[in-house]
């Protein structure tokens, strides 16, 4: 212990570098941090009619709030829909046109990269790709959903402007409006186009049957299914297959009333929308960012002196000569006097 | 000639926790050296030890040291040393280290200062540095034929003493004019060391460092004892260890240099020698 006290107070200044250094970037990426804001809106979720409501049914499975917890979830996962988001609201327009110029230690970064051309000017024209990369980089951590009871959710979002931020917010529920609608449609057109396909093979087994029918009254006339099990069997063939094909030709019919009538699901709305962001206070991640920073800095002052007690191979005390060497240390001297100037009555000797 | 043997006993006033409380502490038995201040600093006093009877008058009053610049606790140290390596006994003293910068001058000063000042002896201190000789810089010692000089058969012995107080002379270092000359003529050498042996009671030589070339080491042996000057954090042990190699006789070892920079709160809390 008293070894590394004594390394540690002779390369104080160097072994107190790094955690000043970790302290001083530490704070200043701490106070570089933007401020950020926080806003919320709370939706309506419940099952899709002509399904019995959830109001109705106290213990489902699972609620509708869980259900669309998930799904919103879903979608925030997915760049599209954030990118959606962004354009129907104001979002995207604020990226393509507000460039804040970047503070700390990034901006010591985009300097540093800025010198070996490897990031582009702010004044270059931003494109769309560039846009839609930032809003996925910035929405795709801004939203939290959370589930308040069976029916009700709240979606919170938290940027670093609070300008485009509860736009932003009702614009997620228009889009995801839009996106249940626009899924529906295509499950509905999938479903005309199975239908429609069955309906033509069973049409076609229909008249089959019946030429077959005729067919055989042709070759045989005066038969009848009663006497003749040929003949019955060939008439069965043809009922069933015209039951078949009316039946799904029913089915076609309610797949394309379906497809015709999807509009907004009425199992959704909103209940509260998104008003002014308000700021979050950011000192719990000052602190946290100043003490990792000293934590990060001590850890690397601590491992710098072992290493430098570790390398230390020089005799410092008589131990180690005695001990490692068995000489005889018979007078320690201190400190190690420096050349000194000639004193006063020296000189007057010397010079006499 | 081998060193005399140390003793080690508890009661011993050489021993090593005397050492320690001598050097650390500065409070304890024998005599203690007094501060004078003037414009360059320090000059040590030494007070005549009781049991030590004083043959004339002026050794009995305090002492003070007016041909160096010598800090007291090196005086206090070397003091300590003398005793440890053999006090009366010893007869020659070769001050050497592993490498430039371990206070070897300013040991071989002080030794000699103590041997003087407290033991009562006619000492002679020589310069055997040839090339960076520190002596001259060091003490009031005037110009003057040196070693190099005596040993091109340029100067006598009595030419090349410097008294510089009633029991120090001082032989310098003298102009050198031949990095081989020295061994070449390592037996007129020896001749002025056994020459100037005769004419003292003790003899402190400031040889150069080890890592200057075998030659060092064989003017070492022809010393009584060999002190080895160690500054704390500055040589390695093997470094130190191949040093006592090339020697035939086992150093003795002058530490130099362990105050570490505690500041006086880290002192307290540690207790011990800083």
Redesign the interface.
């Known amino acids: 212990m008293?070894r590394y006290?004594?390394t540690f107070?002779?390369h104080?200044i160097a072994l107190m570098l790094p955690i000043i250094i970790a302290l001083t970037m530490s704070t200043w990426y701490a106070t570089s941090v933007p401020h950020k804001y926080e806003t919320d809106m709370t939706v309506w979720f419940d099952t899709a009619a002509p399904s019995q409501s959830s109001l109705e049914d106290p213990s489902p499975y699972t609620t509708p709030a869980a259900q669309g917890q998930i799904v919103l979830q879903e979608f925030f996962g997915t760049e599209q829909f954030l990118i959606n988001v962004a354009h129907r609201g104001p979002l995207a327009d604020f990226l393509a046109n507000y460039h804040p110029a970047k503070k700390g230690p990034s901006s010591l970064i985009s300097t540093v990269k800025s010198l070996f051309g490897k990031s582009s000017s702010s004044s270059a024209p931003v494109n769309s790709q560039i846009v839609d990369s930032e809003i996925t980089s910035l929405l795709g951590k801004a939203f939290t959903v959370s589930v308040l009871g069976p029916q009700i959710v709240r979606i919170t979002m938290i940027a670093p402007d609070p300008s485009y931020m509860p736009a932003t917010l009702n614009a997620v529920a228009a889009e995801y409006i839009d996106e249940v609608t626009s899924s529906l449609k295509t499950r509905d057109a999938a479903s005309v186009a199975y239908y429609e396909t069955q309906v033509n093979a069973a049409k076609l087994s229909l008249s089959a049957a019946n030429s077959a029918v005729v067919a055989y009254q042709q070759a045989h006339p005066g038969a009848l299914p009663t006497t003749d099990p040929d003949y019955n069997q060939l008439t069965q063939v043809a009922f069933q297959a015209q039951t078949n094909f009316t039946s799904l030709q029913n089915t076609l019919q309610e797949a394309n009333l379906t497809l015709q009538n999807v509009q907004a699901p009425a199992a959704f709305h909103v209940v509260d929308p998104a008003l002014a962001a308000i700021e979050l206070s950011n000192k719990k991640h000052m602190l946290f960012t100043v003490i990792a920073g000293l934590l990060a800095g001590f850890v690397i002052t601590v491992l710098a002196l072992s290493a430098l007690v570790a390398l230390?191979?020089?005799?410092?005390?008589?131990e180690?000569?005695e001990g490692?060497?068995g000489?005889?240390?018979?007078?320690?001297?201190?400190?190690?006097?420096s050349?000194?100037?000639?004193?006063?009555?020296?000189?007057r000797?010397?010079s006499s | 000639m081998s060193p005399a043997e140390?003793t080690s006993q508890p009661d011993d006033p050489t021993s090593?926790a005397t050492?320690?409380q001598l050097?650390?502490i500065s409070r304890g038995p024998g005599p203690q050296p007094n501060a004078n201040t003037?414009?360059?600093?320090e000059?040590a006093t030494w007070p005549a030890p009781a049991d030590r009877a004083p043959d004339n008058t002026h050794r009995s009053k305090a002492r003070?040291i007016?041909?160096?610049?010598?800090?007291p606790?090196?005086l206090q140290?070397?003091s300590?040393?003398l005793r440890?390596?053999g006090d009366s006994s010893i007869g020659s003293i070769a001050v050497t280290s592993t490498s430039r910068g371990e206070?070897r001058t300013?040991?071989a000063l002080g030794l000699a200062a103590t041997a003087s000042l407290e033991l009562r002896r006619k000492t002679i201190l020589l310069d055997l540095d040839l090339e960076h000789g520190a002596i001259e810089?060091?003490?009031?010692?005037?110009p003057g034929p040196g070693v190099v000089e005596f040993l091109y058969e340029e100067a006598s012995i009595e030419d090349c003493l410097q008294p510089?107080d009633s029991d120090v002379d001082i032989v310098r270092a003298g102009l050198l004019r031949d990095r081989g000359g020295v061994a070449t003529r390592i037996e007129r050498l020896a001749d002025l060391i056994q020459q100037l042996g005769d004419r003292c009671d003790v003899m402190v030589a400031d040889l150069p460092p080890m890592s200057s070339g075998v030659t060092a080491a064989r003017i070492a042996d022809l010393f009584e004892s060999v002190?080895?000057v160690?500054?704390?954090?500055?040589?390695?042990?093997?470094d130190?260890?191949q040093t006592?190699s090339v020697l035939s006789q086992?150093?003795?070892?002058?530490?130099?240099?362990?105050?570490?920079?505690?500041?006086s709160w880290?002192h307290r809390i540690?207790g011990?020698r800083?």
């Open positions: 008293s006290l004594e107070l002779r104080k230390d191979k020089t005799a410092r005390r008589e180690d000569i490692l060497l000489m005889e240390v018979v007078a320690i001297i201190r400190e190690l006097p050349q000194r100037r000639l004193p006063a009555a020296v000189r000797v010397k | 140390p090593l050492i320690k050097t650390v003037d414009d360059a600093g000059v003070q007016e041909w160096a610049s010598i800090r606790e090196v140290s070397c300590v040393a440890r390596m206070g300013t040991v810089k060091m003490t009031a010692v005037g510089v002190t080895l160690v500054r704390a954090g500055g040589v390695t042990v093997p130190i260890e006592a086992r150093p003795f070892v002058i530490l130099n240099g362990t105050a570490a920079p505690r500041s880290v540690l011990g800083p």
